[in-house]
C-alpha cells in the first residue's frame, strides 16, 4: 500500500506566476483535500475534492484552483503568485468523503515565492 | 479569525515526564477534535481523536480530554520520550470527520534526555 505522493517536493517561482502542485492519493482513498501550511502556522483547509468535484472550499481566492481525476489523484493550481503564497502546500487523502476517520497527509510541496 | 487556540506555542519536558497542551473553541458546531503530530519534513499525521460524547479518551500513553460546556480539549502525553519530540496541532471540524479541519497553530514539543 503506497501511502500519499506529492510533486515537486520543493519549488521556487517569481510574482505574478503560475504553479502546479500534484498529488497522489493512498490506495483506495477518493477523496483528496488540500492544505496550506505558512511557515509556524497549522494546516488552513483550502479544497476538497470528491468524485473529480470540489466538495468544499475554505477561504481562498479564486486564484487557487483544482483538479481531481478518474484514477483519484489531484492537482493544486495557483495563478498570479503573490509573496504570501509562499508556504508548505500539503495534501491528504480519506476514504470517502463521508469518512469519520482519518486523513492521510503526503510530506507536502515547499513552495518559495520571490 | 482564529477557530481553535492552541497553547503553549512551544514545551520543554524531562524524560519521563507529562506534557499537556490545551486547545479552545468557539464554534459549537464542531462535532470532532483530532491531534495530529508532524515531524520536521513530514506531513502530519493522526495521533488520537474524540468526539464530544465522551470526556475522555486514552490510547496508550497519549489522552484526549474534553470539556464541552468549557469549549476546551487537552492532549497529555504520559511518560514522554524523546522521541515524542514533535509539533503537534488539535483541530476541530463539523462534519463529524475529516473534512474541512480547522487546526490551531500548534506546539512544538521538545522532550529532554
Same mark, same amino acid.
Given at each position: ?33 488540500? #492544505? ?12 476538497? #475534492? ?21 484514477? #483519484? ?42 | 479569525?482564529?477557530?481553535?487556540? *492552541?497553547?503553549? *506555542? ?11 497542551? +490545551?486547545?479552545?473553541?468557539? +464554534?459549537? %458546531? ?8 508532524? =515531524?520536521?519534513?513530514?506531513?502530519? %499525521? @493522526? @495521533? ?17 480530554? =474534553?470539556?464541552?460546556?468549557?469549549? *476546551? ?15 503537534? =496541532?488539535?483541530? %476541530? ?7 474541512? @479541519? ?9 522532550? +529532554?534526555?
Amino acid at each position: 500500500e503506497t501511502g500519499v505522493t506529492q510533486s515537486p517536493t520543493h519549488l521556487i517561482k517569481t510574482r505574478g506566476q503560475q504553479v502546479t502542485l500534484r498529488c497522489s492519493s493512498q490506495s483506495g482513498h477518493n477523496t483528496v483535500s488540500w #492544505y496550506q501550511q505558512a511557515l509556524g502556522q497549522g494546516p488552513q483547509f483550502i479544497f476538497q #475534492y470528491y468524485r473529480e468535484e470540489e466538495n468544499g472550499r475554505g477561504n481562498f481566492p479564486p486564484r487557487f484552483s483544482g483538479l481531481q481525476f478518474p484514477n #483519484y489523484s489531484s492537482e493544486l493550481n495557483v495563478n498570479a503568485l503573490e509573496l504570501d503564497d509562499s508556504a508548505l502546500y500539503l495534501c491528504a487523502s480519506s476514504l470517502s468523503v463521508a469518512n469519520t476517520g482519518e486523513l492521510f497527509f503526503g510530506e507536502g510541496s515547499r513552495l518559495t515565492v520571490l | 479569525q482564529q477557530q481553535v487556540k *492552541q497553547s503553549p *506555542q512551544s514545551l520543554i519536558v524531562q524524560k519521563g515526564g507529562i506534557s499537556i497542551i +490545551n486547545c479552545a473553541y468557539e +464554534n459549537t %458546531a464542531f462535532d470532532y477534535f483530532p491531534w495530529y503530530q508532524q =515531524f520536521p519534513g513530514k506531513g502530519p %499525521a @493522526l @495521533l488520537i481523536a474524540i468526539r464530544p460524547d465522551v470526556s475522555e479518551k486514552k490510547e496508550g500513553r497519549f489522552t484526549i480530554s =474534553f470539556n464541552k460546556s468549557a469549549k *476546551q480539549f487537552s492532549l497529555h502525553i504520559m511518560d514522554s520520550q524523546p522521541g515524542d519530540s514533535a509539533t503537534y =496541532f488539535c483541530a %476541530a471540524s463539523s462534519k463529524g470527520g475529516s473534512e474541512k @479541519l480547522v487546526f490551531g497553530k500548534g506546539t512544538k514539543l521538545t522532550v +529532554n534526555p
